[in-house]
Nanobody, 130 residues
Framework: GQLVESGGGLVNPGGSLRLSCTVSGFTLEEYAIGWFRQAPGTERDGVACIMSRDGSTYYTESVKGRFTISSDPTKNTVYLQMNNLRPEDTAVYSC????????????????????????WGQGTQVTVSS
């Protein structure tokens, strides 16, 4: 399977971006998808997760109310709508896939950093700066 991220860029504080994660080689009905981000010198942290089969979602606390994860299985694509962006949201954003919702959400937590996931994308840069 492959995942390709797009939609990153430079945005002013308070602005919005929508990231896309397009998958191939498997379906969103079979796999959970997570968005993760990594700023220079830090660990890759979980942002949000979705299981399209039943609509389950997960958000890390710092993005609740600002970010929304959604999916369009007909386009094999998961989206991350990011509103009210802050400078601390600056990072490389990557999506990952695994058959297990438990493994994806575990990896998204601080104590799940060593949880392997089946597939990862290459990432897209998001920079929030004036």
């Amino acid at each position: 399977g492959q995942l390709v991220e797009s939609g990153g860029g430079l945005v002013n504080p308070g602005g919005s971006l929508r990231l896309s994660c397009t998958v191939s080689g498997f379906t969103l009905e079979e796999y959970a998808i997570g968005w993760f981000r990594q700023a220079p010198g830090t660990e890759r942290d979980g942002v949000a997760c979705i299981m399209s089969r039943d609509g389950s979602t997960y958000y890390t606390e710092s993005v609740k109310g600002r970010f929304t994860i959604s999916s369009d299985p007909t386009k094999n694509t998961v989206y991350l709508q990011m509103n009210n962006l802050r400078p601390e949201d600056t990072a490389v954003y990557s999506c990952a896939a695994d058959r297990s919702w438990t493994r994806v959400t575990a990896r998204a937590t601080p104590w799940g950093m060593n949880q392997p996931l089946e597939y990862w994308g290459q990432g897209t840069q998001v920079t929030v700066s004036s």
